[in-house]
């Protein structure tokens, strides 16, 4: 028997997608695979009528203040006695942990069996948050297989001697190739025209819940030099932007007088149209390891400008599949950018070769056949 935990699933981030992607392999492999997973959101109806639903761990019960030693003893017997009955009778023949996000999630869990994590972090994702670098790693060390989805990323874990020793797989990700394929049943203009895009604008967008990782913060430290290009320019944010660092964006954007060259869509469940209909697509990241934005905008063939960060270098090869620009040389973000809008037909050109290069590299029937195979090598290990 398989066992799935995830934080999230289906829910708009790319880890909660992917975590669909691989629940579908898990299932062709074994049909009474059971998920553990505490947010379940916008999963299709057949995965709600047969997943087979274990409710999560109880947390551990710290006190509030004012809350006494007594109440948070009772309250930490109940999650003992909880998690007994739920997973003490389990005994699966392999736990796969989707992201170091659940990793606290299936500790909990105390379920003695082999597991396999699924790393979807770049070192760089603990710079900012408030686990550590340390912390990632010794988590990593603690599994005795691991799936990467980015080389790169692989790589550079591996350097720490322990994770180095680990038997691990790569298999990038996909994306959603279903809706993918109902976006493009309408044509630029007719999407345009839905999300009030209009026939003259330059629609550069970015995807992406706002924080200092994604980067959307350079994109507006250069926006003037965009707009002077090309004055036409309408970046549109397609994302959460509900919080501190979206607060942060909006005062500079203010400073800088240019509030009309900006919308914010807030979290949108058309970011693939958003993408179909844009212009260029900009991912600015500080911190990546194989983000599905830029799948997304390969198999709908936007031209993709990017940071040269962890696993975006995988799927944009610079003047071929599109443009990327260094991360410690931000400032040819813009010399990228007008290299775009100067020649059309090459930016045509290298989205047609990106759009080749995801069906042949990274897709969905890729995707299955890799965790398949590599799921079966670590059941007969």
């Not at 992607?21 to 009474?32: S, W």
């Not at 109940?78 to 392999?94: C, R, V």
């Not at 501190?244 to 240019?258: A, H």
Request: with cysteine.
């Amino acid at each position: 028997m398989l066992l799935y935990v995830s934080r999230t699933i289906g829910n708009t981030n790319g880890v909660a997608k992917s975590a669909l992607d691989v629940y579908e392999v898990l299932k062709a492999i074994d049909p009474e695979v059971k998920v553990v997973s505490p947010v379940i959101v916008g999963a299709s109806d057949d995965f709600l009528k047969n997943a087979h639903e274990v409710k999560p761990p109880v947390k551990n019960p710290f006190p509030s203040p004012g809350l006494g030693f007594p109440l948070a003893w009772y309250r930490y017997r109940q999650k003992k006695a909880y998690n007994k009955s739920t997973f003490g009778s389990m005994h699966p023949d392999l736990i796969v942990v989707n992201s170091l996000a659940s990793h606290e999630l299936r500790e909990d869990m105390q379920i003695n069996a082999p597991a396999v994590m699924i790393v979807r972090e770049s070192p760089r994702h603990f710079t900012d948050g408030n686990q550590s670098l340390s912390w990632a790693e010794k988590a990593l060390a603690s599994y005795p297989f691991l799936i990467f989805v980015s080389g790169n990323c692989r790589d550079e874990w591996r350097q720490n001697k322990r994770i180095g020793e680990i038997p691990s797989w790569y298999i990038p990700n996909c994306c959603e190739e279903h809706k993918v394929a109902e976006v493009q049943k309408h044509s630029k203009r007719e999407l345009r025209q839905k999300l009030g895009m209009t026939p003259e604008e330059f629609a550069l967008v970015c995807v992406g819940s706002f924080s200092r990782r994604k980067g959307q913060d350079l994109l507006i430290r250069y926006l003037p030099q965009m707009v002077e290009i090309k004055p036409s320019l309408k970046l549109y944010f397609v994302g959460n932007d509900r919080n501190e660092f979206g607060d942060f964006i909006r005062t500079q954007l203010q400073e800088q007088n240019l509030e009309g060259s900006v919308v914010f869509t807030g979290q949108s469940d058309e970011a693939l149209s958003y993408i179909a209909a844009a212009d260029v697509m900009m991912v600015p990241s500080r911190a990546e390891a194989l983000p599905r934005v830029v799948l997304e905008a390969m198999a709908l063939k936007t031209p993709v400008i990017a940071s040269d960060v962890d696993g975006i270098p995988e799927l944009i090869r610079h003047e071929i599949t599109g443009l990327l620009f260094p991360m410690d040389q931000t400032e040819a973000l813009v010399t990228c950018f007008g290299r775009l809008v100067s020649d059309a037909k090459h930016s045509q050109e290298m989205a047609e070769q990106a759009r080749q290069t995801y069906w042949r590299e990274f897709s969905c029937e890729k995707l299955r056949s890799r965790y398949k195979q590599a799921i079966l090598d670590i059941l007969s290990t």
